[in-house]
């Protein structure tokens, strides 16, 4: 059973068109996020949610707009793409412990490869 | 923000050899985690190791939380290690396990 699974794997898509990607975990984790790895393998975080609330949004574009219907769920919607948002896209989720510093490792998902032309 | 740097960034071996990749950080942590990049692009967790000594087979890793490094230890290095190893801690009194990647090693075994 994968832990973390994303949707689609692979994406091409021409500029302007909006995209999505899915992302399920059925870990049990209650926290989630985005993280999007750069063609120098540099990898940043972009949003975390907890319990479907946003905990983390690091300076990405408002183009990018994350939902999370339930816990077990976090997909990323892309509008207007732009040739600079080719990328892989990585989705994880972890536990977090609320009142204490603990969370549990991350696991990651296996990446959507994103492709603008 | 925490600031990560991994070194070397790049290294090559012959199938057999050992080697240490180091991960320096500028704050405290609550969590540190390394993980294994393969040449599909999936990143394998390795350690979480937010202090202390762990072993996993052929690696090891060691964080000195005091002194704001982790070590990664590869004995008997195979091609199936190729790949890259990035360090991820988390800066101490954030919450919510956001991780801060170093930039990474890419490592090359050649048989």
């Known amino acids: 059973d994968t832990a973390v699974s994303q949707t689609p794997k692979y994406l091409v898509t021409q500029m302007g068109n909006d995209k999505s990607i899915k992302c399920e975990q059925n870990?049990?984790?209650?926290?989630m996020y985005w993280y999007k790895q750069d063609s120098k393998k540099f990898l940043k975080i972009m949003f975390s949610?907890?319990?479907?609330?946003?905990?983390i949004n690091e300076t990405v574009p408002n183009r990018f707009s994350p939902k999370s219907p339930d816990k077990a769920h976090l997909n990323l919607h892309i509008n207007s793409l732009e040739l600079g948002d080719s990328a892989v896209y990585f989705c994880?989720?972890?536990?977090?412990?609320?009142?204490?510093?603990?969370?549990?490792?991350?696991?990651f998902g296996n990446g959507t490869r994103l492709t603008v032309t | 923000g925490i600031q990560v740097e991994q070194s070397p960034p790049d290294l090559i071996l012959q199938e057999g050899a050992n080697s240490t990749l180091r991960c320096n950080f500028s704050?405290?942590?609550?969590?540190l985690q390394w993980f294994h990049q393969n040449p599909w692009g999936q990143l394998i967790n390795l350690f979480y190791?937010?202090?202390g000594t762990k072993q996993n087979g052929r690696l090891s890793a060691t964080t000195v939380a005091t002194e704001r490094y982790s070590l990664l230890y590869i004995s008997s290095s195979q091609t199936t290690d190729s790949g890259v190893y990035f360090c991820?801690?988390?800066?101490?009194?954030?919450?919510?396990?956001?991780?801060?990647f170093g930039q990474g090693t890419i490592l090359t075994v050649h048989p």
């Open positions: 994880a989720s972890s536990r977090t412990d609320r009142g204490s510093s603990y969370n549990s490792p991350l696991h």
């Open positions: 870990l049990g984790h209650d926290t």
């Open positions: 949610y907890n319990n479907k609330e946003l905990i």
């Open positions: 704050d405290s942590v609550n969590n």
């Open positions: 190791i937010p202090s």
């Open positions: 991820a801690p988390r800066a101490g009194g954030t919450s919510y396990g956001k991780l801060t």
